[in-house]
T-cell receptor, first 115, second 108 residues
Framework: GAVVSQHPSRVICKSGTSVKIECRSL??????MFWYRQFPKQSLMLMAT?????????EQGVEKDKFLINHASLTLSTLTVTSAHPEDSSFYIC???????????FGSGTRLTVV | TQLLEQSPQFLSIQEGENLTVYCNSS?????LQWYRQEPGEGPVLLVT?????EVKKLKRLTFQFGDARKDSSLHITAAQPGDTGLYLC????????FGAGTRLTVKP
């Protein structure tokens, strides 16, 4: 149990286009989901906290108009990278907690390459 | 800047050796978790520690939470090549932030 499904696993897009990444909690409800970005050989950096039914909370330095987050239901959060540029190429990972403070489960990540 | 300072960042050892990874912060956390991440995948939860001074064991892995709930350590006994990976600590205060990670390589 406690599975988070992330889709797509890999995507290549052209500069200037938008890409949507989906994060679903398959067997539990998640009022909060977290989106992270991870560059090669680095740790995960929190981008934003996605809240069901309300606006996402973005970390300092993360452009909310560029990284649109929608948490329309208790099992789905989406991250849309708008007007993508090569520097947006990264590994994006979402997480949610079925256990409260006792740990989080992560999606398998999305490798975004902007060409 | 990382809220959690993790050390060492890189560690290369021979099979059978012991090692300790440290995770330190000036902040107090309601809980602290350790994860392991394989390339191209999301992190997988190893353990959560909640109580100050708590010690948890997972086979050859021993996790300790500091008395003040600001720091933690991960000790691996008799490391094996299968232990190779990126180990991440994460502190939870209504969101979860990661340390820089420790990239462990265990050579056969």
């Amino acid at each position: 149990g406690a599975v988070v499904s992330q889709h797509p696993s890999r995507v290549i897009c052209k500069s200037g286009t938008s890409v949507k990444i989906e994060c679903r909690s398959l067997d539990f409800q998640a009022t909060t989901m977290f989106w992270y970005r991870q560059f090669p050989k680095q740790s995960l950096m929190l981008m934003a906290t996605s809240n069901e039914g309300s606006k996402a909370t973005y970390e300092q330095g993360v452009e909310k108009d560029k990284f649109l987050i929608n948490h329309a239901s208790l099992t789905l959060s989406t991250l849309t990278v708008t007007s993508a540029h090569p520097e947006d190429s990264s590994f994006y990972i979402c997480s949610a907690s079925p256990w409260g403070v006792y740990g989080y489960t992560f999606g398998s990540g999305t490798r975004l390459t902007v060409v | 800047t990382q809220l959690l300072e993790q050390s060492p960042q890189f560690l290369s050892i021979q099979e059978g050796e012991n090692l300790t990874v440290y995770c330190n912060s000036s902040s107090v956390f309601s809980s602290l978790q350790w994860y392991r991440q394989e390339p191209g995948e999301g992190p997988v939860l190893l353990v959560t520690v909640v109580t100050g001074g708590e010690v948890k064991k997972l086979k050859r892995l021993t996790f300790q939470f500091g008395d003040a709930r600001k720091d933690s350590s991960l000790h691996i006994t008799a490391a094996q090549p299968g232990d190779t990976g990126l180990y991440l600590c994460a502190g939870d205060n209504n969101d979860m932030r990661f340390g820089a990670g420790t990239r462990l390589t265990v050579k056969p």
